[in-house]
């Protein structure tokens, strides 16, 4: 190639001569080492010429031969390898950063607007009440060995339980995830629902139930926190336990513990003593997934779609509500607030105030969540509801539908600060709704790699605020902490 050739090639001219000499330099490695019958000099000295390379490349050549680290083009292939750590180091970096930038973001947001953590607002009675917004991300994340099925916090102590679907029972402290405080293999198969009861000095009563057909309870003890003791083991299901549900002691003169089963069934226990006190049959058609339980209420929901009302005492069905496309996954009422009362003449208003409840949520595999309006029963002389005689007149009346979710909606949770609904779904995501518009306030996509099958919040206490919380479980193994 003549000097005053046009430069063509996509290299500089310093780039094309570094490439001539790796060529020969790599033909001259072969010749050396295959030992053939070619005239190795006259080669090197016709490339030279072919490449227009000094004939000092000989003696550069065998310099280099004899330091094989010293090649050119590893030396350049490990300057890219090291530019190239550099770059990932510095794209890391800048991941760190921003996730950092936006959670100080989000605290600027929440201090300078005043609208997420310590936002106060009025709700219809006029009472001045607080709201929170959890983060966008969470406060801390732990895994565990399998995916979570169930999962509960404690009421004041900062500690979350979970329950795996190898059966594995955990309690970790929420402040510290390194290592679970205590673990055991609670069930042979995966647990299903969680509750804490009532609890001694130092000392935790958990009820777990489980897909082996077996409710247990357990103690913890916080002194020695290392072990559970087995108190009783309830076994009257003929198929998987859905969820428990504990009642406290509401003039009883007993705890009672709620559960409900694919066997159709609803069953109701004496916790210390360990027996069936009842057992409700035929409240639905198919598997009931899911109760919730208020004084001698019991709202339940599963694969026949359809909402019911039981009064528990006597077993009698009240009312239910009809509208999900398909199986309902969980079922909540919404208890009224203590403040909360009717106009002294509006009779309706009173039997409300005095039953607990008017509306309730229901999530279903129809990717929905829905707000209904519970009709009330008729009341007897002692005070024992029972049915409307118009069949129309026992029909939950639909609120409102919250939309935003693409798959199953697999738990919901009322949030105790302000009229606020979390949910989380198949899609990986978990979700904010107002409860007074069904708007969704905040979203957070991909909350975990695969679907969340449980969440939990605060519970109300009396004489207690409740702490801003949330814990999610997902089929990824992994629990996220959001916390104030």
């Keep these: 190639m003549s000097s005053d050739h046009k430069w063509q090639i996509p290299l500089s001219k310093a780039q094309k001569s570094d490439l001539d000499r790796s060529i020969i330099e790599y033909i001259d490695w072969h010749i050396t080492n295959k030992n053939n019958n070619i005239d190795r000099n006259d080669l090197i000295q016709s490339l030279n010429g072919l490449f227009e390379i000094s004939n000092n490349i000989k003696e550069e050549d065998e310099n ?31 991941t760190q950063l921003n996730t950092q930038l936006e959670t100080l973001n989000d605290g600027s947001k929440q201090l300078l607007e005043n609208s997420e953590d310590n936002e106060e607002c009025d709700d219809t009675n006029g009472f001045k009440i607080q709201t929170w917004t959890p983060r966008s991300s969470p406060f801390s994340s732990f895994i565990v060995e399998s995916p979570i099925t169930a999962i509960k916090l404690h009421p004041y102590l900062p500690i979350v339980i979970i329950g795996t679907n190898h059966g594995k029972l955990y309690l970790y402290d929420i402040l510290n995830v390194s290592l679970p405080i205590a673990s055991l293999y609670a069930h042979t198969k995966a647990i299903t629902s969680i509750e804490i009861v009532q609890e001694r000095e130092h000392e935790i009563n958990i009820v777990t139930a489980s897909k082996d057909l077996c409710i247990r309870s357990w103690t913890w003890n916080s002194i020695k926190p290392d072990k559970f003791k087995l108190q009783k083991t309830f076994e009257d299901h003929d198929h998987i336990i859905s969820q428990i549900a504990w009642q406290p002691d509401y003039k009883l003169g007993m ?13 109701v226990w004496n916790l210390h003593e360990g027996w069936c006190v009842k057992t409700i049959k035929n409240a639905h058609s198919d598997w009931i997934r899911s109760i919730d339980v208020w004084k001698h209420y019991v709202l339940s929901g599963g694969h026949d779609t359809s909402v019911r009302l039981t009064h528990w005492p006597t077993g009698n069905g009240l ?44 999530a279903g595999r ?51 600060l302000g009229p606020f609904l979390f949910s989380c779904s198949d899609d990986k995501s978990l979700k904010m709704w107002n409860l007074d518009t069904g ?19 605060d519970i109300d206490l009396e004489e207690r605020k409740p702490r801003k919380l949330l814990v999610s479980g997902g089929i990824d193994c992994k629990c996220n902490i959001l916390m104030n």
């Excluded at 004899?66 to 800048?94: F, H, V, Y």
């Excluded at 919404?334 to 105030?353: R, T, V, W």
């Excluded at 693409?406 to 105790?416: E, F, G």
Aim: proline share 7%; charged share 25%; net charge positive.
């Design 319 to 362: 009312s239910m509500g009809v509208g999900h496309d398909f199986p309902i996954e969980k079922v909540l009422l919404i208890p009224l607030p203590e403040f909360y009362k009717e106009d002294s003449s509006d009779y309706n208003g009173k039997l409300y105030h005095k039953m607990g409840f008017k509306y309730c949520l229901t």
């Design 366 to 416: 129809d990717n929905l969540i829905k707000m209904w309006e519970i009709p009330l029963p008729r009341f007897t002389t002692n005070d024992t509801p029972i049915p409307n005689v118009d069949p129309e007149s026992n029909q939950f009346k639909l609120i409102r539908e919250f939309k935003g979710h693409t798959s199953w909606v697999r738990d919901i949770k009322l949030s105790q």
């Design 255 to 267: 705890s009672v513990l709620f559960s409900c089963s694919r066997d159709n069934t609803i069953k």
């Design 439 to 457: 708007d969704c306030v905040k979203t957070w996509p991909n909350f975990h790699s695969g679907f969340i099958n449980c969440i939990a919040t």
């Design 64 to 94: 280099q031969r004899n330091q094989p680290g010293q090649l050119l083009l590893p030396r350049k292939w490990n300057s890219i390898a090291q530019l190239q750590r550099k770059i990932m180091d510095l794209e890391d970096t800048i």
